[in-house]
C-alpha cells in the first residue's frame, strides 16, 4: 500500500491494494472484491471513480447503496478545454450521478455550480452539503512540530499556500500578485507546499514574471500546520 497519506489511516482501518495503474484496469478486481466484502455503502469521491462506480452499480451492484462526493467546480475546470474529458465527464454526469443515493459536496458553492450544469437531471432531494471535516485537536498538535527548513531562518515575511498544483488552484494568478508586491516590498518569501503536474510550468513562470529568487516550491508536506503557524500570512 502506497500513497501520501497512507500513514494517517487509523490501524483498525482495514484496506485493499486493488494493484493497477490505472482506474479502468481496476474495474474486474473492484466487482470482485464488492461482491466479496458485500458493503452496505459504498463510499465514492473524485468524478472518473463517481462515474466507474455508478456505471458498475447500475449493472453489477443494483442491490449496494452508493454515496458520491462531488469537489469539482465545472464552471473553472471545463472551461476552455476541448479533451475528452471535458467531453465526455458532462454526458457521464447527466447519464449516471441520478442513480446516486446522495451526492454530496463540500461547500454551498459547489453545489451551486453544480446545479447550474447538471440540476435538471438530478432529483433534488439527492443533493447536500457536507464540509470537510476539521479536526481542532489533532492540528494543534502538529502546528507545535518544530521546523529545520532553512526558508524559515531568515527575516523575510512568510506567506504560505498549500494544494496541489494545477490550474484549478490559481496559482498563476498568486505568482502575478507576488509580482506586484515585490516593487513595493522586497523582504518577503512565498513557500508553496504540494505537488502536481504543473509544478514545472509555475516554476517556469515564476522566473518569467521576475520572482524566482522570493518563491520557494517545496513539495509535499505531510504536516502543512507548522508551517502556516509559523508564517505570516497565509
Known sequence: ??????????????????????????????????????????????????????????????????????ATIFSIAYKNLNNLKAKFFPFFIKLLYNKANKIVFPSKGMLEDFRIFFGRYIEEAKMLVIPNPIDIRKINELKNES??????????????????????KGYRYLLDAISLIVREVDNIKLLILGEGKDRKFLE????????????CFCGFKPNPYKYIAHSDIF
Open 147 to 168: 521546523i529545520d527548513e532553512k526558508e524559515f531562518k531568515d527575516e523575510a515575511k512568510k506567506i504560505i499556500a498549500v494544494g496541489r498544483l494545477s490550474k484549478e
Open 1 to 70: 500500500k502506497t500513497g501520501e497519506y497512507v500513514s494517517f489511516l487509523p490501524s483498525d482501518i482495514e484496506t485493499f491494494d486493488l494493484r493497477v495503474n490505472h482506474v479502468m484496469f481496476s474495474l474486474p478486481k473492484f466487482v470482485k472484491l464488492i461482491r466479496k466484502i458485500k458493503p452496505d455503502i459504498i463510499f465514492s469521491t473524485l468524478t472518473h471513480m463517481n462515474i466507474i462506480t455508478l456505471l458498475l452499480k447500475s449493472l453489477f451492484i443494483r442491490n449496494i447503496k452508493v454515496i458520491v462526493r462531488e
Open 204 to 215: 517556469e513562470y515564476a522566473k518569467e514574471v521576475g520572482v524566482s529568487k522570493y518563491v
